[in-house]
């Protein structure tokens, strides 16, 4: 609506998907994923108890989008497909590993969210498909994750540099499995599966924490705009990825200690 009102945006026809009933919101549990449908919105996703149990950081993004007006209107498939680098759940949903369900009157096909966004504000979305779902898949270790956004106020706010972080743990306390996503520092919302390597089997100390930080950077290609430099978020993504990583090391033994 905002490109609209700007003139950036020339659509022939404007659809509401609320109606549509197959779309309705919904957060369901089953065969070891969840699957959250297209019209779920933000404040769907701040109120149900088991997505701040299983995924407290996409809680943690979905409370810092927009305003609350915003949050009652906007959806999280909303957020993916709209393709924006900046936006705030994408980079959860990545580290989670998200995939999301693609629909069109030829079939439906399910696409893992890294490889949804093509290039700055465009998606693998083919003419005629509309995304019906997000799925995210339960961890099968314990597991933490979290969310950390950098900006220059603390509510309506688009990010400076943002990221998600997800994390599993082995049963001898070392890094079984790792989640990395970025935001803010590339065309669109990007994996650090660099990062993710060097985490992967070491023991979340903090030399690994900062390792992981500076490898998050390959994957890092921000530019200068009117909300930060380049310089400045290359200089954040390291601290903001290993203190992401310890928040959700944290989250995961805390789980733990509570099974
Ligand atoms: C004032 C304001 C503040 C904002 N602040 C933030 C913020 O802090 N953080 C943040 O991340 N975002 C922010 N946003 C962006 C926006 O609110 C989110 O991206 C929102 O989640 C979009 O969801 P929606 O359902 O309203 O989608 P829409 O805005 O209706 O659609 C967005 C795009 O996605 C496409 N689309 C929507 N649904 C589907 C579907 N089911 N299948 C295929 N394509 C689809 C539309 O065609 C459109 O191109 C802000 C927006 C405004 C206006």
Aim: aromatic fraction near 4%; charge should be positive.
């Amino acid at each position: 609506m905002v490109g609209i009102r700007h003139g950036h945006l020339r659509p022939g026809v404007v659809i509401d998907l609320k109606g549509i009933p197959d779309l309705r919101p919904a957060i369901e549990e089953a065969e070891g994923e969840f699957t959250i449908s297209a019209n779920t919105v933000m404040t769907d996703l701040e109120e149900d108890e088991r997505i701040a149990r299983h995924f407290p950081a996409l809680i943690e993004a979905a409370r810092v989008v927009g305003s609350v007006q915003i949050r009652n209107r906007a959806t999280l498939v909303g957020n993916i497909s709209n393709a924006s680098p900046a936006a705030d759940t994408p980079p959860v949903l990545v580290a989670l590993g998200a995939s999301v369900v693609a629909w069109s009157t030829r079939g439906e096909r399910t696409l893992p969210l890294d490889q949804f966004w093509l290039g700055y504000r465009q998606t693998a979305l083919q003419p005629g498909e509309l995304l019906t779902a997000v799925r995210i898949p339960l961890p099968r270790r314990p597991a933490g994750s979290a969310f950390l956004k950098l900006g220059r106020r603390r509510a309506l706010e688009i990010s400076i540099v943002c990221v998600g972080a997800s994390i599993e743990l082995a049963p001898d306390g070392a890094i079984a499995a790792a989640g990395l996503g970025l935001g803010s520092v590339a065309a669109y919302t990007v994996r650090a599966s660099g990062a993710e390597k060097i985490l992967v089997g070491a023991r979340p100390d903090p030399e690994v924490l900062a390792a992981a930080g500076e490898a998050a950077l390959t994957a890092a290609t921000p530019i200068d705009d009117l909300r930060s430099k380049a310089d400045y978020r290359r200089a954040m993504v390291p601290v903001l990825v290993s203190r992401a990583v310890a928040a959700a090391v944290t989250r995961a033994k805390q789980g733990d200690r509570q099974t």
